[in-house]
Structure formats: structure tokens, C-alpha cells
């Protein structure tokens, strides 16, 4: 539970507290001095009557009632340090510490104790093992870097409280601000997930910061996540994050990092989906992200560029143009107008290159006629750096000034940190951040152009009947893969158009049945669960003699009960799956059948339940995605038909959690229809 | 031509000279003291006697010989200046000045004129409108900043000047070391080509830097850029290269910029292929790429990661695992015996978090067994920043010495720019570099280590029958789409299996040709381009009626000239085309047929001539290489085939240059055979 305390205690406490600044106990309170903590400051030391010029007691009864307490002292003394605080009064406890669960089963017990104290007494509990807790009151943290702080700085919470540090590292060299610095160490009470739902329930849009980036290895309640991040996003936030331990070895890495198991990563990537979570692989990327959303909101896709070199101009047009952004070219009247201004030369077809010699008048002006005149433009980017013979600060001073005025978002790309450093650093000093590399900035604009809005908390039931499919699901005899008829009545309760079959292991049925329905027909082994592996699936039957003979044959393979014949239809061939996976829920996955998902594995992975706009955008975000939208000469499927059979199967799925995999493969799709053809459950009965 | 008086004059004279540092001419000159030129230093100004100190004189003819000059004077009195100097045995020249064919044609007709007189006295040109030529010698550049020069450190090799400016201000925050930066400006006489050309035939083992960096936006010299980079490749150097302008848009920026007429994307990628090079996109990349290839080299795919904070282990192992490199697990005796040494709560499983407690005296073990006793891995990360609690130089130094030691290369990361900063750059001070953030130096790693080696530059004729190939073109009557049975020769000619096909306007023949190879056929018409939006093309015809019917059908569509009948084959449709680019030659293309190529555009290129292992790289590439390869429940297709025909085409076209376009689509695969089914060739005869 995050109390006022933490955040604005009125008096702090640091228990091991030290003279000696290489300790965690001697730099936490120089940070705070340093910090300007206006509270009441307190420091325990059995040695010493002053720290660092903070009064000191020898012992804990001693102490006034302190509101936040500042463990740095070995592990096994905290649970008592905790108990006798909170009992007395104190309401919030970051301990720095490592020695617990994260090392021995027996540092597992004491963090328990701790918690068991904190959480009698409603305290609030930030780490074991973290580097605190730095906010524009209190600089409760024991590391460096500090970054400038404020009101609508970044919020960063971090599971690792190192990697907060190197985060800091490359924000600040971008000048990046914060509001906070979050580091939940242990999480022994409050995670991730904790801070973010503080964060959404006590949302003030007049005060608050809007901006979060996380750094998480796993993610312990997704549902938690997804609630808060999405809420926050509503309310104007937005949120990018690192999970790391996306690959399998990653993960590996991540495990002995933190002790956690981590997610599944389709399961992250549709979180992050549903959220509408920017989600980001480096530290790099996460600050550069960071610094983009410092700046006004984007409305469109369209950039200019304008530098006096063109080589970063021409990178950062291939990398925009790569990330799906646009650098419309500039001509016409408006165009001629501004090359009128500038020396001869000059090109103002975008980028807008104003030459080496250009002026800071010539900077100013090309950048009114971005704001004002040129329609087609959304955005600015301006590079400038410098061969060393002049000083920048005329230069960057027109850019502040016009950075303050526009409604346009203006982007500094400014590369010259060893020969303008000083300009630079002013520059950022006046509020600013600073993109020193253009492709870095492409790429990272392009991640944020694409990531869609969060999804709706609606579950969208379109007719899909629960009543019907809690009674068949209650009809299912055992755990284990469901029998065809199941199968075909729970996506029929779904509304998800089924290929009509028949299952019987009585020849003249079958024959019957194709008879009725028509030639060609596909049969298909019941029993295997692997058919095609073993020969169980026969299609483009084309007569009555061929079906008796495949039928003979399938009822002879091994585990074979019966067979199944169904018309044989065509189409492009689709894929939806789905999974369950512990503490996210169902994970769908869709794409295109056959080798697309087999061998290329292009897939993309949503959370149920899905929302139509979450549907379109996995869709979307297939590679393969042409061939949904057809091509000159080849006819697409029928993209929301699509669309709705994903929702409908979410939407099963959500109110029927014994299933714990399933797939529809394939489903067979033309400009006109959809029809699953194949479909596999299995459940899992309590 | 680059003459030695160039490289090495023995006496400099910069005209324009200034006492003002804030111009070129003033600048240049305070670089070339502070460089520490040691030969003789001279000015030409109309006014002083003595520019910072150097001897000046007011005219030229007062100036006595000169073997370099420098001059920033404007452009309009150069090319008199060029003419009166090299007519006095100056042999080599740069000219900063801007206002040549850059800006206006009249500035073109200057730039004429003086290159006519370099060339006439045998003299060298850099530039116009460069910064400069900077080397252990001289430092003959108007910029800042200055890198820290050493005889092994990267030559780079800039087509614009204010980029090569940029790449140097990243470059030195990583701590990386030039020999030297060439900027070559409009290149009217020594263009990027020929400086790698240079470099190349005056290539001395011994002594030269073995890393070229570059920058281009048009390459102008494609064969001469391939031959050069391809040979010192051969010789033990490594390339990294930026060719700017890949996108549309970013073509537009590149022509504006440099008035050159960017060169297509496919047959970029095709030449960096056949030449070794690895391709960069960014400053921030090149720059990264560069100070990895200035460690050891990597003798394999392993890395194992010592760090003491989790987080950037994790990410790190992500990005090497995206990338196809491995962060294999340590385990077993010898990961037991390095984990004993280490404190409680250390994991060696990889990466090896010795803990923020850890010391460098653990470091320094870890990187020996990492070394010594770990036979599973090739090369070394080393993760280590800090909170800000102890200085670092005790861990830095034993990362200095172990990798002075090291067989195997370590690679530094140290993100405590900020926190560490006297230490980093203490430590890049004894000639190391530097990687602030794991994931950039992982994905450049990838990109080096996923780079063919250079191509064979023999033609491989594999019993190619040219003197046939040169008889068939030299019968094809006009320019245009090749009739049907040219095709054919020409294919079989150069050994490339054509699926048996007869072509007739005789309805006769053409069914007794079906009824000699069997059915299913396939019926196509002759004369359309684009027969299938015709509706020009039957697939799987199965009797004669069948094919009399489609016969006297196809014979009715516009332009109909005949029919062409061919046996119907089964298989993975596969994709050969080329195209024939200006100046680079012929770039061929290969993929999996259909939607593959015409929706995905999943294609690879490479440029003819293609050895087998070139070809084996392009095929490898494709995103659907899988495919190829074939997975479980899927055979793949004789890839050994693909190659061959791949590089039997390239052949072909390298004695048929008249051949301007063409493809073999589809291609039909199995594992045993792959046969052409249809070709279009178009040809242009002079």
C-alpha cells in the first residue's frame, strides 16, 4: 500500500545511516541533504550524535515518531528495525539492503516478517534490495546520477534498481527530466503493478506527470498492468516499457536476475496491445521514447526537415520513411517563397537544407513557414551541429523560442556534443531534450506512431451465447481434447461459422452424408490427435467408391474411433489460436494458415477479450497482412469477417476458462465468407 | 590521382589564411599547428606578414614552391589560383570552398577548370566544398572535433563533410581512434572510389589501418567501389558503410543534396554482398560497428555476459539471441568452481552476475574462466557501471589489463557516463573503446557477424556455352520481349532446366504434342505481356477436348499470336529475375514465386556474377529461407539447384548485356529437380 508518507513524509528517518558516503547509509543521506528535503531529517548510529551534521540516536526508542524510514543495515536486523518503527508509528519503510529472498530461502523468511509488520500496521514497503525511492521531496535513493526533477518530468519505475541507474544515465545525457524514480526492488509489497495503480486511482490532470516508462523482467499481475496502464493512458497518459526476457536465453537471464518466471512473450506483446504500452528493447530507445513524449503531441505523419548538412537530413528520411512516416515532398508557390530567402543553393523541397552557411534568420524563418504555411507538415525536425567555427548559441536560441511557440512538435537533433557542448547543455538547461543521433530518433518516433490506442474494458458479446456454452462446457465429461461434437457446438454458440461435418464410424452414414451435402469431400481420422502425421486426412474426394476406400483405411490407423467427412471448400487459409497462460489469461493469436504460421511464424497476439480495433490491429500487424488486404490481381478475405471471428472466440473463450488451448486451423476465407474447417480444444475440467 | 605530397607534403601552404579562427581559413590553420605539423607550414594573405605565427606572403608569386595546398578563398578565384600553383610544381590541393557545381551551373564550369588543371600537372584534388583531409601527418581540416589519431585506428571515408563531422562527435564519445577522415566533397577528381582504390594497390600489411569507414550518398564507381572494398577485405581489412538515400524520399534528399542521381536500393545491398561490407544505417551504428571491429576478432557465435546488475544482461542477451548469436548456459564443474568463488546469490549460468557487491578481484576471475576454462564461449561482454558509491578505476583497470591479455575478445560496456565519467574516460585514455548501451553494441554485432566474406571475383562457366549464348542473341531480330523459343535456347544454352514446351498457332500440333508428353498440360497464350490478366493462362488441362476448347479460347484474345502447351509439374514455385542497373551491371534477384515475391516483396539480390557461395548467402537471407530449408511435415527444395541456376543466370547475363530484364517465374521445386516453367527475357540491341 503506497502511503502519503512515502511520497511526503514530514520526516525521515535513515537507520545505518553513515559519515562515510561510499556506504549506501552515507549516501542516501547526502542525497537527501543535497535534495533539499525540506522535512525533519533523522539519522541512527549507535556511534555517532551527528551524521553529516543530521542529528543522530544511538538507538531506535530514542527516536521521535519519523513518518518514512530509510533501512541500509544488515538484512537479518531489519524485520526487528520494521516491527519497532512501524509499531511506534512510522508509515513508510524503503529498505536498501540485499541479503533475502533474492539470495536464500532464509533471506525469503525475513522478508516475510517485514512484510507481515508493514502490512499489520499499514505501513508502506519499497524494496528490500532496491535504490529507493526519488521524488521532486525526497531524494530517498543512494545512487547517481540525480537528473533534474520536475512537475512534468517522467515517472520511471524499475524492477531493477541498477538498471534505473543506467536509464538515468542515457536519459540525462538527452536531458531528459523526471517527476520520480521508482525502484521496487524485491516487491516484497509494492511491484510494478502497485505503483502504476496508485498512480491511475489518484490521477490529477491538473498536477500529475504524464509520462511513465518501466523497466520490468516480469510481470507478476498482468491483469493489474493492463488495468492501470490502459486507464492511465485514457486519461492522457502515456506509457512506454522495457520487458526484457523476450528471448528464450533472455529469459533465462531474467530468471536468475530476479527469481520470477517470466512471461510468455506473446502474452507481454499483447498486453502491451490491449494497453496501448509502447514497448521498447534498450535503454537507449526507452529514454529516446521518453524525450519524444516530452514534447507536444503528434497529429499527423508528416515531417520536415530542416538542417544545414545534408547527410543526417537524407538518414533520417530513410529511416522515417522505413518506420511508415512521411517526408512529403515541398513545392509550389510556398515553396518558392521560402528558397527566395535562403542563399543560393539552398533546397527547400524537404529537407529543407538552408546550406552550412545558412543564418539563425534563415532557421527562424524556415521553421514559421513549417508552422504556418506549409499545410502538408505535421512535424519539425531540425538538425544542426556544428564544424567547430562558430558558437551554436544564436542558433539554438531561435529554436527555443520557436519551440515555445509552435503547435507543432519541433524535434532538436542536436549531434555536436563534444565541439557545441556547452551550447547543447544550455540548450538543455532551458528545458529541452536533445536527440543527438537522427535514425534514433526516426526509429523511435516510428515505434510510437504505430502503437494503438487501448483497447475498450468492453467485452463485446455479439449474440455469442454464454448461457449455451457454460452448459456444453458443463457437458464434457473429462479434461483433455474435446470431442468433435463439442467442438462444433461451443463455435456454433460463438456464432463462428463452422464447416458443416458429420462423425460416425459407420460407412453407409458417411457415404449417406456426402451423398447429401456433395462431392468433393475431405475425411479426416477421429481419434489421433497429430492427423496429418499419420496419414488421417484425406482431401478432394471425389466419389462414393473413393470415400468408402479412405474410410476403410482411416478406421485401420492406430487409436482411430471414427471418421469425419466434410465438403471440401477453397479460400485463402487463416489461423486463430489461442492460449491460456497463467496470470494473463487467454492469449489469441491470429494469422495467415499453412506455412505463415508453421514455418514463418508470423503471428500476432492479443489478450481476450478482444475488442473489434484490437482484432484489426493484430490483423494489421501480421506481416503477411497484404494478402488479407489483396493485391492487383489477387483477391483479399474478407477482413472483417475476420476481425469478428477472433472477437467471438474471445469472447468464448473469456467466459469458458477450462479451455487452455485451442485452435481454428485453418479457416478458409474469400472476399465473401469465413469458415472454419478445422478446430482443436482442450480443456481443463477443476 | 592521390599523389604522396597529398599524404605526406613536405611543405603546406593554405591560402586565405586568417588570424580568425571563427573562418576556414583561420581554422584550418590552427589545426595544422595544433596538430603538430611538422613540415613547413605557409600562408597567403593580402595583408599580414604573419598569420598565427606562420610566414605569410601577400601574392602568390611571392610563395616559394609548395608541394600541399589548402585553399579557402572564394570560390570564383580558384580556379586561376589552382592553374598558377600546380604550374609551380604543387602537387596536391584541397579546396574547402563551397559555390562550385553544387550550387549553380557556373560554379560547375569553375570546378571544370580546375580540375583540368590538377590534371594537366599531375596534380591531386580534394573537394571542393569539403572539410578537408585529416591524417597522422597534417591535419588539413577547417573542423572540429579532432579524434585521437593512431596508425590502427579506422580510416573513414565521407562523401559530405558535415557528416563525417557527426560520425567523428559519436565516434569520440566511444573512445575510437582515426588514421584518418577524408571528406571528398563534389569529388571532381578523387571520389570515394578512389580512395579505396588507393588504399587498396598501396596496401601495406605491416603498417595500414585494416578499418574503413563510410559514408556515401551515390556510389559513382560501382565496379571500382566493389573491386577495391572486395580486395582489401581479401587482404584482412573490415568495411562498414552508410549509402544513404535507401528510401524513396531519401533518394529525393540525396539528390537535392549532392546533385547526384542516387543509386537503386536492391543493387546497393547486391554489391555490399559481393563485397564483404558490412551495411550501416546510422551514425550512431557506424560508429558502434567501427569500435567493434577494433577488437579481436570473433571466432565464433558465443558470448557469455559477466556483469554485477541483472538488467542489462537480460536485455543484452535479448538482443545477441534476436541477432542469431548465442548466450549458451555455463554449467557443470567448472561453472560449480567459479560459483564457489564468488558470494552467495551469484549466478554463472549466463550471464554471470557477480552482484553489485561483487569486487574486481571476482571480475578479474571470471574473465579467466571465461578465457581459459569456459570452451563454449568465444568472446567476452563486461556489464559494469556503477551507483555512484566507490570509484571504479580498480575495475576498469582489471578490465584494461585482462583485455591487453585476452585471446578472446572483451567487449567494455560501461554506461556510467554521467557517474564514471573520469574513470571512462580514464579508461578509453589507454586506447580502448567504449559501449554505453548493451543492446546498440549487440545489434551492431549481429549485423557484422551475419556479413558473407567477400566474393571470388572468377566467373564460374560450369560448361555455360557463351559462343551459343552470343549466336542466339546476335539471330534475335529487334529489341523488345524475346519470342518463346529464344527463350528457351538461351536457357538451355546456359544449363538451366526449361520445362519441355511446344508452341503452335496450329490446333493440330498442339494437341499431338499433349498427347506425346501427357497429361495434365498447360495451355498459355503468346503475344500478351501479362498473360494472366488476360485470362492467357489454363492450368492443369486434363484431356484433349478439354484443350481443343482452351485452344480456340486463347487464340481469340487480343494480340494472340500462338499457343504455347507444356506438361503440368507440381513443386514450391521459386523466383529468379535481373535487371539490368546502370552502372552497376546486372543485380539478380531471387525468392519463393507468387505471393512471396509479388505481396512480400521477400526478395534477395546479388550482383552478377554470382559465385555459389554468393548465391547460398542470397537464398539464405530471404525471410522464407525456411521454407527452402524445408521444416517437419514439409520437405524443402534442392537448394544445391537453386544456387546453380542462380549462378548459371548470372553468367549468362554477364555475356548477354544485352539483356536488360528478364525472370524465370515460376520456378517448380522439389527436392530432387527444380525446372524453369516460364521466362520473359527483354533485350536492347545497340
Not at 499483447?270 to 529516446?288: D, H, M, N, P, Q
Not at 456464432?495 to 458429420?502: K, R
Amino acid at each position: 500500500m503506497i502511503t502519503n508518507q512515502l511520497l511526503h513524509p514530514a520526516s525521515i528517518v535513515v537507520v545505518g545511516a553513515s559519515n562515510n558516503v561510499h556506504k549506501p547509509g552515507g549516501a542516501i543521506l547526502r542525497n537527501l541533504l543535497q535534495g533539499g528535503y525540506a522535512g525533519e531529517l533523522r539519522a541512527v548510529n549507535p556511534k555517532e550524535t551527528t551524521i553529516q551534521g543530521v542529528p543522530a540516536v544511538p538507538s531506535l526508542d530514542l527516536l521521535p515518531e519519523t513518518e518514512l524510514a530509510v533501512l541500509a543495515i544488515p538484512a537479518a536486523a531489519c524485520p526487528d528495525t520494521v516491527e519497532a518503527l512501524a509499531a511506534r508509528g512510522t508509515k513508510a519503510f524503503i529498505i536498501l539492503s540485499a541479503g533475502f529472498g533474492e539470495e536464500t530461502p532464509e533471506g525469503g523468511v525475513l522478508e516475510q516478517r517485514i512484510l507481515q509488520s508493514c502490512n499489520r500496521y499499514g505501513a508502506a514497503l519499497i524494496g528490500p534490495n532496491c535504490i529507493g525511492l526519488l521524488n521532486r521531496w525526497h531524494h530517498s535513493v543512494f545512487t547517481q546520477p540525480i537528473p533534474m526533477l520536475r512537475a512534468d518530468g517522467v515517472d520511471l519505475i524499475s524492477s531493477s534498481g541498477a538498471t534505473a541507474v543506467f536509464i538515468l544515465e542515457s536519459a540525462i545525457a538527452k536531458g531528459l527530466q523526471f517527476n520520480s524514480v521508482w525502484s521496487v526492488g524485491n516487491a516484497t509489497q509494492i511491484g510494478v503493478e502497485d505503483v502504476l495503480q496508485y498512480m491511475d486511482e489518484h490521477f490529477d490532470a491538473e498536477k500529475d506527470s504524464r509520462i511513465k516508462l518501466i523497466y520490468v523482467e516480469s510481470i507478476k499481475d498482468p491483469d493489474r498492468m493492463l488495468y492501470h496502464s490502459a486507464s492511465l493512458i485514457k486519461k492522457g497518459c502515456r506509457i512506454a516499457a522495457i520487458k526484457a526476457g523476450s528471448s528464450e536465453s533472455g529469459s533465462r537471464a531474467a530468471s536468475s536476475h530476479t527469481g520470477a518466471i517470466a512471461s510468455s512473450d506473446a502474452a507481454v506483446e499483447a498486453l502491451f496491445r490491449k494497453a496501448g504500452i509502447v514497448r521498447c528493447y534498450s535503454r537507449e530507445e526507452l529514454s529516446t521514447v521518453g524525450c519524444v513524449l516530452t514534447l507536444p503531441e503528434l497529429r499527423g505523419r508528416n515531417f520536415a526537415i530542416i538542417t544545414h548538412a545534408g547527410g543526417p537530413g537524407v538518414m533520417l528520411t530513410d529511416a522515417l520513411s522505413k518506420g511508415g512516416l512521411n517526408v512529403p515532398k515541398l513545392d509550389g508557390v510556398v515553396a518558392d517563397e521560402l528558397k527566395a530567402k535562403l542563399f543560393p543553393g539552398a533546397s527547400v523541397s524537404n529537407p529543407i537544407d538552408i546550406l552550412a552557411t545558412g543564418t539563425p534568420e534563415q532557421l527562424a524563418m524556415a521553421l514559421d513557414f513549417c508552422e504556418e504555411r506549409f499545410d502538408n507538415i505535421d512535424a519539425v525536425m531540425a538538425i544542426f551541429g556544428t564544424p567547430g567555427l562558430v558558437t551554436m548559441f544564436d542558433t539554438y536560441e531561435v529554436l527555443h523560442q520557436k519551440m515555445l511557440m509552435a503547435r507543432k512538435p519541433i524535434f532538436p537533433v542536436l549531434p555536436s556534443l563534444q565541439t557545441a557542448g556547452k551550447e547543447v547543455e544550455d540548450f538543455i538547461k532551458k528545458g529541452h531534450v536533445n536527440f543527438s543521433d537522427e535514425v534514433t530518433l526516426g526509429t523511435a518516433l516510428s515505434r510510437i506512431m504505430n502503437v494503438p490506442r487501448p483497447a475498450t474494458n468492453e467485452i463485446e458479446l455479439f449474440g455469442v451465447d454464454i448461457p449455451r456454452i457454460r452448459r456444453i462446457i458443463d457437458a464434457i465429461p473429462t479434461s483433455g481434447y474435446v470431442a468433435p461434437q463439442f467442438v462444433q457446438e461451443l463455435l456454433s454458440s460463438a456464432g463462428i461459422p463452422l464447416v458443416e461435418e458429420f462423425v460416425s464410424d459407420k460407412k453407409e452414414e458417411v457415404l449417406a452424408f456426402a451423398a447429401r451435402t456433395g462431392f468433393p469431400v475431405v475425411a479426416k481420422v477421429v481419434g489421433p490427435v497429430h492427423k496429418s502425421d499419420v496419414g488421417g486426412v484425406v482431401l478432394n474426394i471425389k466419389g462414393k467408391e473413393h470415400l468408402a476406400f479412405e474410410f476403410d483405411r482411416l478406421m485401420k490407423i492406430a487409436d482411430a474411433r471414427a471418421v469425419l467427412v466434410q465438403p471440401m471448400l477453397k479460400g485463402t487459409e487463416l489461423f486463430i489460436g489461442a492460449k491460456y497462460e497463467e496470470r494473463f489469461g487467454h492469449v489469441v493469436l491470429c494469422g495467415l494458415g499453412g506455412i505463415f504460421v508453421e514455418v514463418l511464424k508470423d503471428v500476432s497476439s492479443g489478450l481476450a477479450p478482444l475488442s473489434y480495433e484490437e482484432a484489426y490491429s493484430m490483423i494489421r500487424s501480421l506481416r503477411a497482412y497484404k494478402i488479407i488486404r489483396g493485391t492487383r490481381g489477387q483477391a483479399g478475405v474478407n477482413e472483417a469477417k475476420f476481425a469478428e471471428i477472433i472477437v467471438r472466440l474471445s469472447t468464448l473463450l473469456r467466459f469458458a476458462t477450462e479451455i487452455k488451448e485451442m485452435d481454428i486451423n485453418p479457416l478458409l476465407a474469400t472476399e465473401r465468407q469465413i469458415t472454419a474447417v478445422d478446430a482443436r480444444i482442450r480443456i481443463e475440467k477443476g
